[in-house]
């Protein structure tokens, strides 16, 4: 059975800060980790990795995936009260042919307070 | 077990034209949703059916995407009218319910010339 967690289930910061959002994995036939940001309903993507070591950057976010050890990390630097949001990490696996599926880890709630 | 199915697999329109997806979900999953992925990206949700219900479909581009799902069973996308912006895969996928595990089918690819 795949299996995707994430830790820590919930954080509380204060602006100004910089986190580090983690994401493990046990999977067969890894295609791919995303990780999506939801506020108040439909997750909004970040990120997809595929290659270990290569560092994916958009603003004040970063993610880095290490295939050796299965695990990603999301980094939010300089945090904003408008980064409080669950944080969700997901892995592709294909399951044969143009199959494949995707499985959520359960999300880090973030707080970020002015 | 049969997974996911869609159709068509390929479609090449002219802008302005209307296209139409179909979904067949796996048997017994309640839960529906539609991806867009754009090249290089991960799939980005459309919208999400609980049964026949539309429970997020606070990123469908209203003005030219409409979507049903009528039966509570299979489900239709349609672009009307399509724009060069839209050339992206189509995915569909299915889960027991609410994020639990999706399973996608092969996806619509989508040209809009």
């Known amino acids: 059975e795949d299996k995707v967690v994430q830790s820590p289930l919930s954080l509380v910061v204060h602006e100004g800060d910089t986190v580090t959002l983690n994401c493990s994995y046990e999977v067969t036939n890894f295609r791919s980790l995303l990780w999506y940001k939801q506020e108040k309903k439909a997750p909004t993507f970040l990120f997809m990795l595929t290659s270990s070591g290569i560092e994916k950057k958009s603003g004040r976010l970063s993610s880095i995936l290490d295939k050796k050890e299965l695990f990603s990390i999301l980094n939010i630097t300089a945090t904003q009260t408008g980064d409080s949001a669950i944080y969700l990490c997901a892995v592709e696996t294909r399951s044969g042919g143009s199959n494949y599926k995707l499985t959520f880890g359960k999300g880090t709630l973030l707080t970020v307070n002015p | 077990e049969a997974g996911v199915v869609q159709s068509p697999r390929y479609k090449i329109i002219e802008k302005k034209q209307p296209v139409a997806f179909w979904c067949n979900p796996i048997?017994?999953?309640?839960?529906l949703y539609w991806y867009r992925q754009n090249l290089g990206q991960g799939p980005e949700l459309l919208i999400r059916?609980?049964?026949?219900?539309?429970?997020?479909d606070s990123q469908l581009p209203k003005d030219r995407f409409s979507a049903e799902r009528l039966k509570g069973v299979d489900s239709t996308l349609k672009i009307q009218p399509a724009e060069l912006g839209d050339s992206a895969v189509y995915l569909c996928a299915s889960s027991f319910g609410w994020w639990e595990t999706q399973y996608f089918g092969p996806g619509t690819r989508l040209l809009v010339l």
């Open positions: 059916y609980e049964n026949e219900e539309a429970v997020d």
């Open positions: 048997s017994g999953h309640n839960t």
